[in-house]
């Protein structure tokens, strides 16, 4: 089955310490997002890529950064310098420039950080 | 900029009636789109319906219609028949524009809907 997949589930961060997100996805999508959602909020866009080794940031980039190497995968650091990463991240995709009329982004199941 | 608003407290319905989900946004863009997700507690944002604002028709999918109002700038969505297992938070998006490089999303803060036995 085609999808996308984030690991890991549960992810705990010291003080001081980077940490990366996977994000996986097999449905061929030209585009990949990553979104944070605080509790009882909407998401906020952190960072999104339209092509393989092209990204630009969101709304909420700073303390963040990706890289897109592959079509397939687009990895988010939370860096030491997000002093508040505690949050529920979720990663999408969609088919982007490929694509035409309604472009749903297709979402993985998430990641939860907590900082130790 | 584009901005969505939910301000519905969180909604109850008993199983099997109608319930209604307000949504208003606000773009000066002439294109765009606008999605409804569902998260359940499990976390995952499951995709129910997309509005183009172009489209003449209300967009329907199963249990869950689009109440598009352009003028008003409202894109509430109805869910008919509700089940127990459409208890979930659900998000209003709206993307710039309708085509597939435009397809970044903005979300509301989302309404919390319950549905009783």
């Known amino acids: 089955d085609g999808g996308i997949t984030q690991s890991p589930k549960y992810l705990f961060r010291k003080e001081g310490q980077n940490v990366t997100l996977s994000c996986e996805q097999n449905?061929?999508?030209?585009?990949m997002y990553w979104y944070r959602q605080d509790p009882g909020q909407g998401l906020r866009l952190i960072y999104y890529s339209q092509i393989v080794n092209d990204f630009q940031k969101g709304d909420i980039a700073e303390g963040y950064s990706v890289s897109r190497e592959k079509k397939e995968s687009f990895p988010l650091t939370v860096t030491s310098a997000q002093k508040n990463p505690t949050a529920f991240y979720l990663c999408a995709s969609s088919l982007g420039r490929s694509g035409t009329g309604s472009q749903p982004q297709h979402f993985g199941d998430g990641t939860r950080l907590s900082i130790l | 900029a584009q901005k969505i608003t939910q301000t519905q407290p969180g909604m109850f319905v008993q199983e099997k009636e109608a319930v209604t989900l307000d949504c208003t946004y606000d773009?000066?863009?002439?294109?765009?789109?606008l999605f409804w997700y569902k998260q359940p507690s499990s976390g995952e944002m499951i995709f129910l319906i997309y509005q183009g604002s172009y489209d003449q028709q209300n967009a329907t999918e199963g249990r869950y219609s689009l109440n598009f109002q352009k003028a008003r700038k409202s894109a509430n969505l109805v869910i008919s028949a509700s089940q127990l297992g459409d208890s979930a938070m659900y998000f209003c998006a709206m993307s710039r524009g309708i085509f597939g490089a435009n397809s970044k999303l903005t979300f509301g803060k989302g309404i919390t809907l319950s549905v009783r036995p």
């Open positions: 773009t000066s863009d002439p294109s765009y789109g």
């Open positions: 449905l061929n999508h030209d585009a």
